[in-house]
């Protein structure tokens, strides 16, 4: 069973940069994109940022110009970053990673990881 694991949350001034690792216990082959979402206390589960196979990248408005998402390029490992800069208390939830494959006869497979907390204090 393929599993995701997150790393890199942790406690944080406002102002201040956390970077985020997802990396799969082995190479996921077809995947179609990668994803970050949060979830924050009481809220439901955001997505943040995501990466296609073409590089093709998406945020949600409230984190453009602060947050930056890659994936690895090796080709040796499935991993997606979130380097996030400028962070707000409205930044602080637990951060999920996913992978996404979509094939025409099987459907859509997501893998998810078990989330990092990231507490942005003041």
């Known amino acids: 069973q393929v599993q995701l694991a997150e790393s890199g949350g942790g406690l944080v001034q406002a102002g201040g940069s956390l970077r985020l690792s997802c990396v799969a216990s082995?190479?996921?082959?077809?995947?179609?994109?990668m994803r970050w979402y949060r979830q924050a206390p009481g809220k439901q589960r955001e997505l943040v940022a995501s990466?296609?196979?073409?590089?093709?990248?998406?945020?949600v408005d409230s984190v453009k110009g602060r947050f930056t998402i890659s994936r690895d390029n090796t080709k040796t490992k499935t991993a997606v970053y979130l380097e996030m800069n400028s962070l707000k208390l409205d930044d602080t939830a637990v951060y999920y990673c996913n992978a996404r494959i979509l094939n025409h006869f099987t459907g859509t497979t997501d893998y998810w990881g078990q989330g990092t907390q990231v507490t942005v204090s003041s």
């Open positions: 082995e190479i996921i082959f077809g995947v179609n994109s």
């Open positions: 990466i296609t196979q073409n590089g093709r990248i998406n945020y």
